[in-house]
């Protein structure tokens, strides 16, 4: 069996926990430090980490593979039950809102890992957090990933990073009940609503406090996906790629930032996992760099 077809059948192992942790020995674990690290290449795309003061991004994520070293990038102890992720970019450690896309599943999660390995996807997750956000079979879904910018702040913070800027703070919940999907892998666990009363300012969170890894619900706002080359300084620029990407359904799109435009090619619509991943190989294949699949 090849290599491809394997995948939805490891996933669905991970998920319903056939696939033990299969940790690799490694460099063991020193304990939590604040890091953003040099760029890097991973399956012909390259990546840019950097200290960032918002983010808030949709695309494709998946769950983090068995034979993971000891550690994570910032020297904690790996461990696939845990609610943790993976980024390409952000600083480590940062926290972050998740939510699948496709069933409006929400949670928080600590990235402190660098990853994945797998060009067009955004966020990789643990075991535990696939199988609370009910992930599906094949591994992949549509996501959304938020930066909690206060809370991150202070977290780094205490880890030796320099001073941030404070995020408004995050509403509180109240519990109700909401079954998994239909065909959805692993045990998804209860949710709850969002309610409008705030908590108290984030960054006199406690740094190393435990996530509740308790699930919230919004509306589901799944697909379609494009593939997105953004940041170009004029339309003119962001044309001469598109001429270069001739036969691609696409177009050339503003998208205001900080009081002023940018530019950005964007291509599409794909209805499948598949098919936007075709489509950001072959802009890859044709030496356009920094290419994303995107949710709407």
């Excluded at 926290?95 to 996807?121: E, I, K, M, Q, S």
């Amino acid at each position: 069996m090849n290599r491809a077809a394997c995948l939805p059948l490891l996933a669905a192992l991970a998920l319903s926990g056939c696939i033990h942790k299969r940790i690799r020995p490694g460099p063991p674990p020193t304990g939590a430090h604040y890091l953003i690290g040099n760029p890097y290449q991973a399956d012909g795309e390259w990546h840019y980490p950097r200290a960032v003061d918002a983010y808030d991004r949709t695309g494709l994520a998946t769950i983090i593979p068995p034979g993971h070293d000891a550690a994570t990038t910032d020297g904690e102890a790996y461990d696939p039950e845990g609610l943790m992720a993976q980024s390409p970019i952000l600083p480590l450690p940062s926290l972050v809102r998740v939510t699948n896309l496709v069933n409006g599943r929400t949670l928080t999660v600590r990235v402190n890992d660098r990853g994945p390995a797998t060009a067009g996807r955004i966020l990789a997750v643990s075991r535990k957090v696939a199988s609370l956000l009910a992930f599906p079979a094949t591994g992949v879904v549509e996501m959304r990933v938020t930066l909690l910018a206060g809370r991150s702040a202070a977290l780094q913070t205490a880890l030796g990073a320099g001073p941030h800027l404070t995020a408004a703070p995050v509403a509180g919940v109240q519990s109700s009940a909401l079954p998994p999907p239909p065909g959805a892998a692993g045990s998804a666990g209860p949710i709850t609503h969002a309610a409008s009363a705030p908590i108290s300012n984030p960054t006199q969170t406690t740094a190393n406090a435990p996530l509740s890894g308790v699930v919230h619900a919004v509306p589901p706002d799944p697909g379609p996906l494009y593939v997105e080359i953004a940041g170009f300084g004029t339309g003119g620029d962001a044309q001469q790629i598109l001429y270069r990407l001739a036969g691609m359904p696409g177009s050339v799109v503003p998208q205001p930032r900080e009081g002023r435009t940018l530019y950005a090619v964007k291509l599409g619509p794909y209805h499948s996992v598949a098919t936007a991943d075709a489509a950001l190989h072959e802009v890859l294949a044709r030496g356009i760099p920094d290419p994303e699949i995107i949710v709407h």
